[in-house]
């Protein structure tokens, strides 16, 4: 199990937003085609996203060099938790550094962020499903579940003011535990 640490008195709202929100049948804004599933799941597609619509899982750069693998770019749909095929193969080879190589026995941090367009705890539950979504890839691939923590800052740290910087905003960082 992905332990989670979301603020408290938020838990209920947020629970019972994830449990509600498929039977909500509002008009998505605009600018953004609102895939509201939070499950984790891979997309079957290959295509990568544009840069205006890409969120990515960005691997610290300390996990990078110490496991000695490249920083592939790895995608999710936008506005969604459902990662891109093109995340299985970074992801993977994270998971293989945990289970078997220089960080064997370490544990790491998964933080899901959103951009700043949706409502608060819309953007904290979007956030804690592309942690979870990501560390589901991970635990598939072997590494133990309480060797994970999976948080949500939501839109929280967001600072972007376009489509530009807002793509920046939407990603999962992958960063080595305490």
Request: proline share 6%; aromatic share 4%.
């Amino acid at each position: 199990m992905i332990h989670s640490r979301l603020p408290s008195p938020r838990i209920g709202l947020i629970s019972m937003l994830v449990l509600l929100a498929p039977a909500c049948s509002s008009t998505p804004p605009a600018n953004s085609a609102r895939d509201r599933s939070t499950g984790p799941s891979i997309a079957k597609t290959r295509e990568a996203p544009s840069p205006a619509t890409r969120t990515t899982v960005a691997i610290d750069d300390a996990i990078l060099r110490a496991c000695h693998i490249s920083n592939d770019q790895a995608y999710f749909a936008f506005d969604s938790a459902n990662l891109k095929s093109s995340a299985v193969h970074p992801l993977e080879a994270v998971a293989d550094c945990f289970t078997h190589g220089p960080l064997k026995g370490r544990s790491l941090k998964l933080v899901g962020r959103a951009d700043p367009r949706g409502d608060e705890e819309y953007n904290l539950v979007l956030g804690q499903s592309r942690a979870d979504s990501v560390g589901s890839v991970l635990k598939r691939d072997g590494l133990a579940r309480s060797r994970i923590t999976a948080t949500s800052r939501g839109d929280m740290d967001a600072k972007g003011r376009n489509e530009s910087g807002w793509s920046l905003d939407r990603r999962v960082d992958v960063v080595l535990g305490s």
